[in-house]
């Protein structure tokens, strides 16, 4: 018998959706996965993606055991989608529903380390022209590349640490360049996909301790464009008094 769950990201970029048994005795626990590789559109995409895979391994929404879903960092409005469908999930049931909030950039980090058996393997995502988030064997963090001290880090890092870049972020690739260090440029399908398989991972090990009551916080490692825009200009009108 199995013990399905539903894993959801949409902090990378649309939705990345899957569900895995629990009871697998394989390596690769996922039963279905899908992808809408695009921002647009993915609020409805995941209530239709979800009765998609349920469709698929042909059981019902109340069979779902548990939730795993993506708490960042990444798309700040994307993580706020993903974890509000998550608790609206929750509080449809009266029981409640066991979850976990894991980092999506970080699994598809671990995946991909290990595809190219890269321990030290880095994954960029891009928030602005300037700002994004990295992902390292030590967690995520938020990158500035205007910063002198994080440019050194990038510069100094070992040769066998190679850099992924998620989309286009002009910026890095000519930081990485002057530095001297090498990059490939990941696609949409290829990420979401190690962040859902990396998540299933993380979620098999972490089955059923690892699932809480409570609702996951999310990561947010840098403000919403509008908090910063309103921070700016409080700084700007203190500096005309």
């Known amino acids: ?23 697998s005795k394989d390596r690769n626990s996922i ?18 993606m979800l009765q998609e895979g349920l469709a698929h391994c042909q059981i019902d ?8 879903v993506s708490s960042g960092p990444g798309s700040f409005t994307g993580i706020k989608v993903g974890l ?3 608790f609206g999930m929750k509080l449809a049931r009266p029981s409640g529903m066991p979850m976990l909030g894991i980092s999506g950039l970080e699994c ?16 960029f995502l891009p928030a602005t022209k300037t700002h994004g988030f990295m992902a390292t064997e030590k967690g995520s963090f938020l990158l500035d590349t205007g910063n002198i001290d994080q440019q ?21 690739v000519d930081l990485l360049t002057v530095k001297g ?21 993380v979620a098999k090990r972490n089955w059923p301790n ?11 490692l840098r403000l919403s464009t509008a908090e910063e825009k309103l921070i700016a200009d409080q700084t700007a009108a203190q500096g005309r008094l």
């Open 181 to 201: 260090k090498s990059y490939e440029i990941i696609d949409e399908i290829r990420m979401c996909n190690a962040a859902v398989y990396g998540m299933a991972e």
């Open 31 to 48: 039963l279905w996965q899908n992808i809408h590789p695009e921002n647009m559109g993915s609020v409805p995409a995941i209530g239709r």
């Open 152 to 172: 050194n880090d990038l510069g100094t890092a070992s040769n066998d640490s190679l850099n992924l870049i998620f989309s286009a972020w002009p910026l890095l």
């Open 108 to 123: 598809a980090r671990a995946v991909l380390a290990k595809e190219k058996s890269l321990p030290r393997l880095k994954v």
């Open 210 to 220: 690892g699932f809480g009551v409570e609702n996951p916080a999310p990561k947010y």
């Open 61 to 68: 929404v109340s069979a779902l055991a548990g939730i795993c």
């Open 1 to 23: 018998m199995i013990v399905p769950i539903l894993i959801i990201d949409t902090s990378i970029i649309g939705v990345s959706m899957a569900i895995a048994d629990m009871q």
């Open 84 to 86: 509000a469908y998550a």
